[in-house]
């Protein structure tokens, strides 16, 4: 009971790690139900958002813990939550693509695929906003674009010859190696 004196506990650190771990599995379950969008394709609205779900939740973690080693056991036990989560999700298959999904098609053969579009929470701007990052004007010089599991959207153009990644580069130029 020392330490708690010395860093004015006023809550079991135990309980800050176990509300701290359920809070973190709910905020993530609820962000991946309300769309991969989130993800990768944040907007400011976004971003307003999860920074007031952080606000929101903090008490929920800490209760009246307001002290520094409260919020030291409140980070770690998020951060553990997120790397068992982690490894759940590598090691069954089926959970992963329950959670995550599969990547949806968006464009194909120069054709936008509304009901794609709509149904991951996207509009046929934020599509065409993605092929212009990639360095294409119009849907019509898109082979495919495809929403992948982490939110982002590749594009692969019409006559594309060959596939090359790159790390973050999602674009395929046409005629490339």
């Not at 982002?152 to 490339?176: D, E, F, L, Q, W």
Request: a positive charge.
């Amino acid at each position: 009971m020392m330490i708690a004196a010395v860093f004015g506990i006023h809550a079991p650190l135990l309980e800050i790690a176990y509300r701290s771990g359920i809070v973190y599995v709910a905020v993530v379950l609820l962000m991946l139900a309300s769309g991969r969008r989130q993800l990768g394709q944040m907007t400011p609205f976004d971003l307003v958002l999860i920074l007031l779900i952080a606000n929101a939740v903090q008490n929920a973690m800490v209760g009246t813990d307001s002290t520094i080693l409260g919020g030291i056991v409140a980070a770690t036990a998020l951060i553990a939550t997120s790397q068992l989560f982690s490894r759940v999700l590598v090691r069954f298959r089926w959970f992963r693509h329950t959670l995550e999904g599969e990547p949806v098609l968006l464009v194909h053969n120069g054709q936008v695929v509304e009901r794609n579009i709509h149904a991951v929470g996207l509009t046929d701007d934020l599509v065409l906003q993605a092929c212009r990052e990639h360095g294409f004007d119009t849907f019509e010089e898109v082979k495919g674009a495809v929403l992948e599991i982490d939110g982002t959207i590749s594009i692969v153009p019409r006559g594309a010859t060959t596939v090359r990644t790159r790390h973050r580069v999602r674009a395929i130029k046409p005629g490339g190696n």
